[in-house]
C-alpha cells in the first residue's frame, strides 16, 4: 500500500460518483490526510443492491480525518453541477483536484443497446466529465496544486474494445478525449490526465455484472486510490497522460500487489482496454536486450569509447542504449540500433499477436526507409522494402522516431499534431504503438 503523507491536508477535492465504489475509495484515502471532499453523486437512498449514498460517504470521510460536503449530483443537469460548485466555494473556499469519476455502462452490442441507455451513457460519461470540468477549471486555475483526474482508460482502438459494446467504448473515450484535449488547454495551469485500472476491480456494481464469486478474479478498489493519490502528489507539469494504476505504482516502489488482491493468489480478470499480448512481448524484449546488450561492444556505433566510465570490455547496458539514443544531437546510426533492438526482440508470438508488416519512411539524418515484419515465421526487420506487401506505411522524421520510441513523443499525440503520418490499417498501426510503448517502459 502506498503511505499517506499528509500532502494533501486542507486540499479540496471534488469527486463525482464518490457515494461508492472508487470514487469512495480516492474520496477516503485524501481524507486521511485531512482534505475536504466534496461528494458529488445522486445516491440520497440506499439501493438494494448497491449500498451506500452521499450521507454515508460523508460518515466515513469525516471519521478518517477528513470533511466533507454531500451534494446531491446528477451529472447529466449542468445546473446541479453548477450548484455543487458553488457550495465547495462557499464551505471550502477554492477546489483545488477534480475526479470524474462517475461513469454509466452498458456491455451491449449495437442492435441491443437501446437509444435511452445510448443517451445515458454519453450524458453522464463524455458530456458529464466535460460539464464538470468546465465548472471547475475557473477555481482550478487559481490552486497551486491543480489537478484534474478522469477514471477513463487509454486510447487503444484495436477494434476488439468496439466490436461487442460500440457505444460504451465511444462513451468511455470520449472522457479519454477530454484528457487529451484539455491538458494541451490549460498546459502548465492545470494537470490533466487519465487512470485506469490493469485489473478488474471490486465494487457493488461489479458484484451486479460479474455474480457470484466475480470478487476473487478482483482487487479492491484500493490500488485506484493510491495510484491516484500519487497522481495528486505531482507537479502541475506532469499532464496529459493516459495511467495504468499497477504500471504507475511500481515506479512508486510497490512491490507486493498481493495485498491489493482480493483473493491473493487467485488469478485476475483483466480490465477493458488494455490488451494483454504486450506483455508477452515485454518479457520478450527483456530477454533479448540482455542478450543483445551483452555483445553489443563489437559493434563500431556503440563501442565503449561512446560510454565514459564504463570498462573497455564492458557491454554497454539498456540504460547505457537509452543514454546514448538521448543524446541532445541525435548520434549517427540511432536509427539503425533502434531497429535492432526491434529485430532481436522478435518472436514467433510476437508475430503471431500483432500479424501486420509496417514500413518507416523516415526524412532526415540517418533517414530513408526501414521496414518491421510482424507477419512471417519469427519477424524480421531492417533497411529497405520488406518482401511482401505493408500493411501500414508511417512517415516521420529521424529524429520523432527515435523519440517516439523512448517515450518522448507520444504516438498518439505526434499523429494529431502532424508529426506522424500514417497510411493503411489503423489498428495494426495502434498495435505497433502498444508494442514500441511497452518496450521502452522496460529500458
Known sequence: MLPNTGKLAGCTLFITGASRGIGKAIALKAAKDGANIVIAAKTTQAHPKLPGTIYTAAEEIEAVGGKALPCVVDVRDEQQISDAVEKAIQKFGGIDILVN???????????????????LMMSVNTRGTYLASKACIPYLKKSKIAHILNLSPPLNLNPIWFKQHCAYTIAKYGMSMCVLGMAEEFKGEIAVNALWPKTAIHTAAMDMMGGAGV?????????????????????????????????????????????????PGHPLLPDFFVDEYPEMVTKEVEKQ?????????????????????????????????????????LAAGAVEETFK??????SE????????IYLFELSGE??????????????????????????????????????????????????????????????????????????????
Do not use: H
Open 101 to 119: 469519476n462517475a461513469s454509466a455502462i452498458s456491455l451491449t452490442n449495437t442492435l441491443e443497446t437501446p437509444t435511452k441507455r445510448v443517451d
Open 215 to 263: 470478487e476473487s478474479q478482483c482487487r479492491k478498489a484500493d490500488i485506484v486510490a493510491d495510484a491516484a493519490y500519487s497522481i495528486f502528489s505531482k507537479p502541475k507539469s506532469f499532464t496529459g497522460n493516459f495511467i495504468i494504476d499497477e504500471n504507475l505504482l511500481k515506479e512508486e516502489g510497490i512491490k507486493n500487489f498481493d495485498v491489493y488482491a482480493v483473493k
Open 289 to 329: 536486450v540482455r542478450t543483445w546488450t551483452s555483445g553489443i561492444q563489437k559493434e563500431k556505433v556503440l563501442s565503449s569509447n561512446q560510454f565514459p566510465g564504463k570498462r573497455s570490455d564492458a557491454a554497454p547496458t539498456a540504460k547505457d542504449l537509452k543514454q546514448y539514443l538521448q543524446q541532445p544531437k
Open 341 to 346: 533492438i526491434l529485430k532481436t526482440a522478435l
Open 349 to 356: 508470438d510476437i508475430v503471431k499477436a500483432t500479424q501486420a
Open 366 to 443: 540517418d533517414g530513408g526507409t526501414w521496414y518491421l515484419d510482424l507477419k512471417n515465421n519469427g519477424g524480421s526487420a531492417g533497411s529497405g522494402q520488406p518482401s511482401e506487401p505493408v500493411d501500414v506505411v508511417l512517415t516521420m522524421t529521424t529524429s520523432d522516431f527515435v523519440k517516439m520510441f523512448l517515450g518522448k513523443l507520444k504516438p498518439t499525440r505526434a499523429f494529431l499534431s502532424g508529426k506522424l503520418k500514417i497510411k493503411g490499417n489503423m489498428a495494426l498501426a495502434i498495435k505497433l504503438e502498444r508494442l514500441m510503448t511497452q518496450m521502452n517502459s522496460r529500458l
